[in-house]
């Protein structure tokens, strides 16, 4: 053992943000080497072992923040409460942090963000410690595909700032996307940029095991969620004139650093490729669903988004799985697909999405809608990836008949991606982060 670390990771496993996926991947791999305990506020549900997980409550006020959310007065908390709901989880964190120092004394203090708040916690353990700081932000508080608008102008400078501050107090500092991490480094000075490193999201190989499809229909899969539903509903959004005024306040002050369109972190425009598709092969009707596993969102919003874009017939969308189940559903597919919303002006984007890395250590094809920048960027040399912009159907649909002809024809298309698995592992990732904490605890002490 090398010695003790103390993690700082208030969304942990079992969640299933890709945050909380990301630290217990990489901690269970760390734990071979170090000694690791962690704070979260994610409740237990089994054994941590190796790892020692401790859970600190938060004094989030959620009686009135319930109360604040019946009465729709959801821009109350955007305007009051920052950086994020999180920040009530800070100073219980702090005072359970500073008992754990003085009772094991570790090497270092490791923050994994989102949420951002966490990042706080870490900051002041390590000043009061005089501890290394490792922060893990994954993607930055300024990406704008992310964070692509702001309660206020007010609001963004404060991001900014903070995410600066986090950049100084830390010893080293993590991203998951190469554009992001090249925006932020911009802005600093030449020894605050030699502490930025990239460490990209995994997956485990042993995991993900290939195997025949689930059906001899045509299943197209999308695991996680999508945000776009409102959007697909809101032709249909009332005329009342007290409706419009809410609306019309809701989006008072609010600062937009970029437009994305919302309408492409749905299945709308695979939904209406397919359905071209089976009007050109009536003979495929019933054969070609597009199946979404993990919506979070309520179940009437989506079925009227559903209606109101029209395919419903083609599209099914079920309940969150846990993230072992991940993996089976999408080795038993016969097309992966993802999305990222479209940015309106066409920019290239710092975003990749964390289900990137899971699609590729399967051997299905993977349609990729996504905008130009970094997640266009590491896929566009990947065997067996198809790359269209997020809206636009019209590539869509070749790409479903090419593989829907071939599945039907008995010789269902795979590609061998062998050589991208040790790449792509969280042995791999875990080294990788393993460097960093090592290069920290040095900078921390020749400072």
Same mark, same amino acid.
């Given at each position: 053992?090398?010695?003790?670390?103390?993690?700082?990771?208030?969304?942990?496993?079992?969640?299933?943000?890709?945050?909380?996926?990301?630290?217990?991947?990489?901690?269970?791999?760390?734990?071979?080497?170090?000694?690791?305990?962690?704070?979260?506020?994610?409740?237990?549900?089994?054994?941590?072992?190796?790892?020692?997980?401790?859970?600190?409550?938060?004094?989030?006020?959620?009686?009135?923040?319930?109360?604040?959310?019946?009465?729709?007065?959801?821009?109350?908390?955007?305007?009051?409460?920052?950086?994020?709901?999180?920040?009530?989880?800070? @100073?219980?964190?702090?005072?359970?942090?500073?008992?754990?120092?003085?009772?094991?004394?570790?090497?270092?203090?490791?923050?994994?963000?989102?949420?951002?708040?966490?990042?706080?916690?870490?900051?002041?353990?390590?000043?009061?410690?005089?501890?290394?700081?490792?922060?893990?932000?994954?993607?930055?508080?300024?990406?704008?595909?992310?964070?692509?608008?702001?309660?206020?102008?007010?609001?963004?400078?404060?991001?900014?700032?903070?995410?600066?501050?986090?950049?100084?107090?830390?010893?080293?500092?993590?991203?998951?996307?190469?554009?992001?991490?090249?925006?932020?480094?911009?802005?600093?000075?030449?020894?605050?940029?030699?502490?930025?490193?990239?460490?990209?999201?995994?997956?485990?190989?042993?995991?993900?095991?290939?195997?025949?499809?689930?059906?001899?229909?045509?299943?197209?899969?999308?695991?996680?969620?999508?945000?776009?539903?409102?959007? @697909?509903?809101?032709?249909?959004?009332?005329?009342?004139?007290?409706?419009?005024?809410?609306?019309?306040?809701?989006?008072?002050?609010?600062?937009?650093?970029?437009?994305?369109?919302?309408?492409?972190?749905?299945?709308?425009?695979?939904?209406?490729?397919?359905?071209?598709?089976?009007?050109?092969?009536?003979?495929?009707?019933?054969?070609?669903?597009?199946?979404?596993?993990?919506?979070?969102?309520?179940?009437?919003?989506?079925?009227?988004?559903?209606?109101?874009?029209?395919?419903?017939?083609?599209?099914?969308?079920?309940?969150?799985?846990?993230?072992?189940?991940?993996?089976?559903?999408?080795?038993?597919?016969?097309?992966?697909?993802?999305?990222?919303?479209?940015?309106?002006?066409?920019?290239?984007?710092?975003?990749?999405?964390?289900?990137?890395?899971?699609?590729?250590?399967?051997?299905?094809?993977? @349609?990729?809608?996504?905008?130009?920048?970094?997640?266009?960027?590491?896929?566009?040399?990947?065997?067996?990836?198809?790359?269209?912009?997020?809206?636009?159907?019209?590539?869509?649909?070749?790409?479903?008949?090419?593989?829907?002809?071939?599945?039907?024809?008995?010789?269902?298309?795979?590609?061998?991606?062998?050589?991208?698995?040790?790449?792509?592992?969280?042995?791999?990732?875990?080294?990788?982060?393993?460097?960093?904490?090592?290069?920290?605890?040095?900078?921390?002490?020749?400072?």
């Amino acid at each position: 053992m090398n010695g003790r670390l103390l993690c700082v990771a208030q969304s942990f496993a079992p969640e299933t943000t890709p945050t909380a996926i990301r630290s217990s991947k990489l901690l269970a791999k760390l734990s071979a080497h170090w000694q690791i305990t962690v704070l979260t506020e994610a409740p237990r549900t089994g054994s941590d072992e190796p790892l020692q997980v401790q859970v600190v409550p938060s004094r989030r006020p959620r009686r009135a923040f319930s109360l604040l959310r019946k009465l729709r007065l959801n821009k109350l908390l955007e305007l009051l409460v920052w950086p994020d709901e999180s920040i009530f989880w800070v @100073l219980p964190a702090l005072r359970a942090g500073r008992r754990l120092v003085r009772e094991q004394r570790p090497e270092a203090i490791v923050v994994f963000m989102m949420p951002y708040s966490a990042g706080l916690a870490g900051v002041l353990l390590a000043r009061r410690t005089g501890l290394p700081l490792i922060l893990n932000l994954d993607d930055s508080l300024t990406c704008t595909d992310m964070h692509p608008q702001f309660p206020s102008r007010l609001h963004y400078r404060l991001a900014k700032a903070l995410e600066d501050f986090y950049m100084r107090r830390a010893d080293a500092v993590v991203y998951v996307s190469q554009t992001n991490l090249d925006a932020v480094a911009a802005r600093q000075d030449e020894r605050t940029r030699e502490k930025m490193q990239l460490v990209r999201y995994g997956a485990d190989p042993a995991d993900f095991q290939q195997r025949p499809s689930r059906s001899e229909d045509f299943e197209i899969a999308y695991v996680g969620a999508m945000s776009g539903w409102w959007s @697909l509903i809101g032709g249909q959004a009332s005329k009342h004139p007290l409706k419009r005024l809410y609306a019309a306040w809701t989006q008072l002050g609010r600062y937009e650093l970029m437009e994305l369109d919302p309408r492409t972190s749905s299945p709308a425009y695979a939904g209406r490729a397919i359905l071209e598709l089976l009007d050109e092969h009536p003979d495929w009707a019933g054969r070609v669903k597009l199946m979404l596993y993990g919506n979070p969102y309520d179940k009437a919003v989506v079925a009227r988004a559903l209606q109101s874009a029209g395919v419903q017939d083609v599209v099914t969308v079920l309940d969150p799985v846990p993230h072992a189940e991940v993996a089976r559903l999408i080795c038993g597919a016969d097309l992966l697909f993802i999305t990222l919303p479209r940015r309106v002006d066409g920019s290239a984007g710092g975003r990749i999405s964390a289900k990137t890395y899971e699609y590729l250590m399967t051997d299905r094809p993977i @349609l990729a809608a996504v905008p130009r920048g970094e997640n266009w960027n590491y896929l566009q040399d990947k065997p067996g990836v198809w790359l269209v912009d997020p809206d636009d159907s019209a590539a869509m649909k070749p790409v479903i008949e090419e593989l829907v002809t071939a599945k039907l024809a008995g010789t269902p298309r795979v590609f061998d991606r062998e050589r991208l698995r040790e790449e792509l592992s969280y042995d791999t990732r875990a080294r990788e982060f393993e460097q960093v904490i090592r290069a920290g605890i040095a900078r921390h002490g020749s400072a």
